[in-house]
């Protein structure tokens, strides 16, 4: 299996972006943790290796070559996700203790008539949407054997 430095490489070769370091660290460690991220993770986990203001400039680049997926939680708090071939579309539980963040598949059936139910409402609201998630709420399985 490739490093994730070259593995970041290739992300960000296929989009014909420019490496730079920044970029690299963030792929880094959206490809290792596998998992959604917010910004303070991703601050803490770089070690001092990126600034704020050069994270959120770092963001909207990905976000522009199509690498990542960026949503907010309900308290408010921006998360980024790396979007890779295998991604499919999903949706997240969010853990009301913890603040975890887990993501989930529905199967085909309920996906389809979840689509099915927002291009209804698509045509009698007038108005195009661009894409839609299902947000679940509840304690993951730590919180609960903490009590």
């Known amino acids: 299996m490739p490093s994730l430095r070259n593995q970041s490489r290739d992300l960000l070769s296929s989009k014909n ?7 690299l660290v963030v792929l880094e460690l959206l490809i290792k943790e596998n998992r959604p991220l917010t910004i303070d993770q991703v601050l803490k986990l770089s070690k001092g290796k990126l600034a704020q203001s050069t994270l959120y400039r770092v963001i909207g680049d990905l976000r522009d070559f199509g690498l990542i997926t960026e949503f907010t939680t309900p308290e408010n708090t921006m998360v980024i996700e790396l979007n890779s071939d295998e991604s ?6 969010f853990c ?4 975890s963040i887990t993501d989930i598949e529905l199967n085909q059936e309920l996906e389809t008539a979840l689509e099915s139910e927002v291009a209804k409402i698509e045509k009698y609201q007038s108005i195009s949407i661009v894409s839609h998630s299902l947000e ?4 993951c399985n730590n919180c609960t054997q903490l009590g």
């Open 88 to 93: 499919k579309h999903h949706h997240h539980i």
């Open 96 to 99: 009301q203790k913890c603040g």
């Open 136 to 139: 679940l709420f509840g304690t």
């Open 17 to 23: 972006a420019t490496m730079t370091n920044p970029r």
